[in-house]
């Protein structure tokens, strides 16, 4: 194990070393989940930070109304390189690469995954892919200004570098895919003996479903870019009218996958919220089987709805309603599952420590979210709200408050276990207060902004709208206080921090029962489970 | 290892020749039915042959006949994601 | 330590046919747009349906539908440990492939040169319908034509590796799989050979 004051990454012990190999072709070319997994891990988190400061350019330009720091053309595609990084190069690809890589094959009781060259070629896809959309920044015509969208008849025609941006996000897609598939077949073949479909944890069960996601929506987002690179190139006019083609035809397609998305975004962090809520209140979790239920309904359901992004599109109003209907459909089992992280919270041994603040955090922002989400959904609010500042305020709170907290909440409940150190808490604890502060100052405030009618994707606003926006701003700069600090603390702390051993926050799942960090096979025997994954009695863990 | 393929089911030459038989002649029949006046069902007529033929390449040459519950399974969740995502289209289309 | 790594059949075999779902999703979202702008322009698809030669569609369909055969009995071949059979069906498949690559080359070349590509004068001068359909012969028929050629190179590698002796009687998953890719490109042909070539 790590010894207390050495500073040595290659000193940790477990997977770090046991392999025999090191230099940084023993971890690029590594077939190790764990090494894949951090590959995973390191490239999302260092894009999502891009797509951060992204951001908070883009708030320092909506400070005040009228030019501040960029002219329009930078602004449309300082949005766009902003959506596609946070969604393509980060969100998409961050839980299932790094927590899922990292994590599931330990929790199913596995060596690896099914098919470990593949996840390696995965990796690789995803860097080619995220090169392949840097290149096109800055190459061309300049970064795309359509929205991380696409639509229609705009990225048909604007000169900026359209077709290599969609490439790079097309070769990304083979990532997921590939991940999928790997996912899916892991964890049906893969599980110890003992490891019953009941006894998977839900983090697992969460990977499950979004596995299938990936597998049946994202080929839909690989004939959609081709068919925009094809409408760009070759003139097909298949969503152009003077050619025959309608225009709504591409928000099917492009919306087809990009619904299910959010819940490829949305199911795995849950499933770590489902992970984490029980042992931080030493209960088992409530409603297990619900919970398996709702992510599988959520994954089918979330298949139906996409429509709800197109209410003003010029469809049918007999899809407006049947879209509508269905949207409110699909929050039934996100509510199961919010109802059912409480019940388990109730008459629970709490303990606050970082990644329970950080879950019980995404229950309240998600829930915000999602009530949001239903003013949306309702077709005759929507009418009103439609690409306002509404829907910013409301993706946001699903995908940072939700996605984005429960991801940080997996980097200190986890990241600890494969480093064999820890954060300092205090700061974490600083972290999260500001972060929090801070993102509901931002994010709130838009939901105002937004009802009050203020546009989305405009380079600028009335006056009437610019006291919000300066508050909005200032709130931005709290949480990349917030954010700083806990990027800090956590690093330090993973890199020469208190050793972290064994099974500190007692958790009953497999990936506790491992050495720390743990080995490259991972167990030194296939472990037989006999109990479940939220069973603390049954382990004798007090 | 042992591996698991030695008792695999293995299709005799002839089966599956006699598959290829039938789909050449459903090939002649769907070229045919779309010679006669049918309008608009001539195209559901196609569709329903080529449904066929590919159930039969499926089934045999692809081996599915010979498959557990979960592979049949799965490729029926497949097909009904498809279906939902062309039929939910047309609630559109069709009604605009 | 650490047991040997056992070859997992079933799940090489549940991991392609996964890989085949997407396939047919991804060629599904063309037959999509296939279907709603046929319920659109009825008569302007059956006109283009009309200007594609469905004689040669016919042999393609059918040369297809021999290529299955062969690699189906490739399998087969191999499972009864006969080699050398084995690696003259594969090359039958790949024949066909071949043949059927060259009719497509002559149906596209006479399309184009009589003016009838994707943004072309000609079609933008013509019904609007006609030209989706052209833009979606083009694209379903280049994007099969693709798979088909993927499928060649995966086939004959596959060959190869039978012909060495690392794919064989006891370990053959890779044939099958390979195989079944190319089932899978048969089956989408199945669906744009009525679709297209005989929606007259």
């Not at chain 1, 839980?95 to 599931?104: A, E, I």
């Not at chain 1, 070759?234 to 152009?240: A, E, I, K, N, Y």
């Not at chain 2, 969740?77 to 009604?95: E, K, R």
């Amino acid at each position: 194990m790590a010894a207390t004051d050495n500073k040595q990454p290659d000193q940790r012990g477990g997977f770090w070393n046991d392999s025999g190999k090191a230099g940084i072709g023993s971890w690029i070319f590594s077939t190790d989940h764990k090494r894949i997994g951090l590959l995973y891990f390191y490239s999302t988190f260092g894009f999502f930070l891009v797509g951060v400061l992204l951001g908070l350019l883009l708030r320092i330009e909506l400070m005040a109304p009228g030019r501040t720091i960029m002219g329009p053309q930078t602004y449309n595609a300082l949005f766009t390189v902003h959506g596609v990084v946070m969604i393509f190069l980060f969100i998409i690809p961050g839980f299932q690469g790094s927590f899922g890589n990292l994590v599931m094959p330990i929790q199913i009781g596995a060596r690896d995954v099914s098919f470990p060259r593949l996840n390696l070629f995965s990796w690789w896809i995803y860097m080619i892919g995220a090169l392949v959309v840097l290149t096109a920044l800055f190459t061309g015509g300049g970064p795309p200004d359509t929205g991380w969208t696409f639509y229609v008849p705009f990225s048909a025609r604007t000169g900026t570098n359209v077709s290599l941006a969609v490439l790079g996000v097309f070769i990304i897609g083979f990532s997921s895919i590939l991940t999928g598939i790997n996912f899916v077949t892991t964890i049906h073949r893969l599980r110890a003996e003992g490891m019953g479909w009941y006894r998977l944890p839900l983090f697992t069960w969460s990977l499950y479903a979004t596995a299938w996601i990936q597998i049946l929506a994202t080929p839909i987002l690989a004939i959609t870019l081709v068919l925009i690179i094809a409408e760009r190139l070759l003139g097909t006019g298949l969503f152009d009218p003077g050619q025959g083609g309608d225009p709504v035809m591409f928000q099917h397609l492009f919306w087809i996958y990009s619904h299910p998305a959010v819940y490829i975004m949305i199911l795995p962090a849950m499933g770590v919220i489902s992970d984490i809520i029980p042992v931080f209140s030493r209960k088992p979790i409530f409603g297990y089987k619900m919970i398996v239920f709702s992510s599988i309904a959520i994954a089918a359901a979330g298949s139906l709805v996409w429509g709800h992004h197109m209410f003003t599109s010029g469809m049918s109003d007999t899809a407006v309603l049947v879209f509508s209907f269905l949207t409110f459909v699909v929050a039934i089992p996100s509510a199961i599952k919010v109802f059912n992280w409480v019940s388990t919270l109730y008459r629970g041994s709490i303990s606050l420590e970082a990644p329970m603040l950080f879950a019980l955090t995404f229950i309240l922002l998600f829930s915000i979210g999602g009530l949001s989400g239903l003013i949306l959904g309702a077709a005759a609010t929507d009418i009103h709200v439609h690409d306002t500042h509404f829907v910013v305020g409301h993706f946001h709170y699903v995908m940072f408050g939700g996605t984005g907290f429960a991801f940080f909440a997996a980097m200190h409940y986890w990241l600890p276990k494969f480093y064999g150190r820890r954060y300092a808490e205090k700061p974490a604890l600083v972290a999260w207060g500001l972060m929090f502060v801070g993102f509901n100052i931002l994010y709130f405030t838009m939901q105002v902004l937004g009802m009050k009618g203020m546009p989305r994707r405009y380079y600028d606003y009335l006056p009437e709208f610019a006291d919000l926006n300066l508050v909005a701003t200032i709130g931005s700069w709290i949480l990349a206080v917030g954010l700083l600090i806990m990027v800090i603390n956590l690093f330090r702390g993973l890199w020469w921090g208190v050793p972290f051993e064994g099974n500190p926050w007692g958790g009953a799942t497999l990936e506790w029962s491992v050495p720390t960090p743990p080995p490259t096979e991972n167990f030194e025997q296939e472990p037989v489970v006999t109990h479940g994954p939220y069973d603390f009695k049954g382990t004798g863990i007090p | 290892m042992k591996s698991e393929n030695s008792s695999a089911h293995i299709l005799s030459y002839g089966k599956l020749v006699a598959t290829w038989l039938t789909l050449l002649a459903l090939t002649a029949l769907t070229v045919a039915i779309t010679r006669l006046d049918l309008g608009s069902y001539k195209v559901w007529g196609a569709l329903a042959i080529a449904c066929l033929k590919s159930g039969l390449v499926i089934a045999i040459f692809m081996h599915m006949r010979y498959e557990g519950r979960l592979l049949r399974l799965l490729l029926f969740v497949a097909l009904l994601t498809l279906s939902i995502f062309i039929g939910f289209t047309f609630f559109d289309v069709l009604y605009r | 330590m650490s047991q040997p790594h056992h070859k997992d059949y079933a799940g090489a075999k549940l991991g392609m046919w996964l890989f085949l779902f997407t396939e047919l999703l991804l060629f599904g979202g063309m037959f999509i747009l296939y279907a709603v702008y046929l319920a659109r322009y009825p008569h302007e698809f059956a006109a283009g349906g009309k200007q594609l030669h469905w004689v040669m569609g016919t042999v393609n369909t059918v040369i297809l539908l021999t290529s299955s055969l062969f690699v189906a009995m490739a399998v087969t071949a191999l499972q009864r440990g006969e080699v050398r059979r084995t690696i003259g069906l594969i090359s039958g498949t790949i024949i066909c492939a071949a043949g059927f690559l060259v009719i497509k080359y002559f149906e596209w070349s006479a399309k184009i040169g009589h003016g009838i590509f994707p943004g072309s004068p000609h079609l933008k001068e013509g019904p609007p319908g006609e030209s989706v359909f052209f833009s979606l012969y083009y694209m379903t028929t280049g994007i099969h034509g693709l798979h088909v050629v993927i499928g060649s190179i995966l086939l004959a590698w596959i060959a190869l590796k039978v012909k060495h002796g690392s794919v064989h009687s006891g370990d053959y998953v890779l044939l099958e799989n390979g195989a079944l890719y190319w089932h899978l490109v048969d089956l989408i042909w199945i669906f744009i050979f009525p679709l297209y070539y005989l929606v007259l």
